[in-house]
């Protein structure tokens, strides 16, 4: 996933950026765990099939844009890296093989989600779930989804960039469709 994500720079509860997941314990989600801090909170990226699950979260700037990379590095080092601006801010401490990641009949959801189930020394407090209150308060745009891994110099290249069909890229909403009066008034139009 890689797209520029602008946090509310207010309070926030528990709130998903993107998901999708089959069920509770099979599934993907980027989330944002609640804070009170106005000036930043902590960003979490997990993937989960079933009875294995790796997580990674990094601390993530409110108020501004910032350009976003949560990937699964398969085959590479089987770990979750963050990046922001093209700088790696956190990897998972261990890596993960999974068999496989096979949920594409489960919706993607953007900025909502359901609950779903993590290791218990992942989340604050000791839970062994995450829990959406709210829907994401913020601001997503350019939003690109691959289906292999971005070099930290493709990132940069391409970050400001209209960017076309290419091998890889499986979804791409840029999120500047018109605005006005039509039907339907709620369209994302896939550039990929």
Partial sequence: ??????????????QIVFQKQS????GMSVVLSQ?????????????????????????IPKGEFVHVVNEYSR??????????????????????????LSFNRANLNIGSGS???VRSNFMPGGESSFEPVVTLSGALDEVR?????????????Y??????AQEGLVLY????EPTGSYTPNSVALDSS
Avoid at 77 to 99: G, P, V
Avoid at 159 to 164: E, L, P, R, S, V
Avoid at 173 to 176: S, Y
């Fill in 173 to 176: 909403f840029k999120f500047n």
């Fill in 145 to 157: 989804v691959f289906d292999k891994n971005r070099s930290v110099p493709a990132q940069k290249d």
């Fill in 115 to 117: 609950i779903f189930n």
């Fill in 35 to 59: 804070s009170a801090d106005i000036s930043k909170c902590n960003m979490m990226f997990c993937i989960s099939s079933g009875t294995n699950t790796l997580q990674v979260s990094a601390s």
């Fill in 23 to 26: 069920t509770a314990n099979f």
């Fill in 159 to 164: 970050a400001n960039k209209t960017i076309y």
């Fill in 75 to 100: 085959n590479a080092d089987n770990n979750l890296k963050i990046y922001f601006n093209e700088e790696l801010f956190a990897s998972s401490s261990r890596e993960e093989t999974f068999e496989t």
């Fill in 1 to 14: 996933f890689e797209y520029y994500l602008c946090v509310s720079p207010e309070e926030n509860q528990n």
